[in-house]
């Protein structure tokens, strides 16, 4: 990206490059391996995102580590749970009637049973 910069790329075109190039691949799988992100890693790509705002390599308006991991992750679980032919759908527990009102919720999905190896 410096090539490009000293070469003439206006700004816009090098927010683009890097949302195609590095921000997709923070965000490639995400929801499956951003649980096994360490401190440590989350801090490195933090200070990724923030060494490219820094440069104008991106826009200042993109999102922290945290929030595009959570993103991924209700992303995924929606089309989970909205979509009948998903893999996973069958492994979602069974929707169930609750006769009290609670809070709302951003789902109809009900917790396994607690049984005495949870315990």
């Not at 909205?82 to 996973?88: A, E, F, G, Q």
């Amino acid at each position: 990206m410096p090539v490009l910069r000293a070469h003439g790329t206006p700004t816009m075109p090098l927010h683009d490059i890097f949302l195609a190039t590095i921000l997709t691949r923070i965000q490639y799988a995400a929801p499956a391996w951003s649980g096994m992100c360490s401190a440590a890693d989350r801090a490195h790509l933090e200070s990724l995102l923030h060494r490219a705002k820094r440069l104008r390599y991106c826009a200042g308006d993109v999102p922290t580590v945290a929030d595009l991991f959570d993103t991924a992750d209700e992303d995924f679980f929606h089309r989970v749970k909205t979509n009948s032919d998903h893999v996973l759908q069958p492994y979602l527990p069974d929707k169930t009637d609750i006769p009290h009102r609670l809070r709302a919720r951003s789902h109809n999905m009900t917790l396994i049973n607690q049984n005495e190896i949870l315990d």
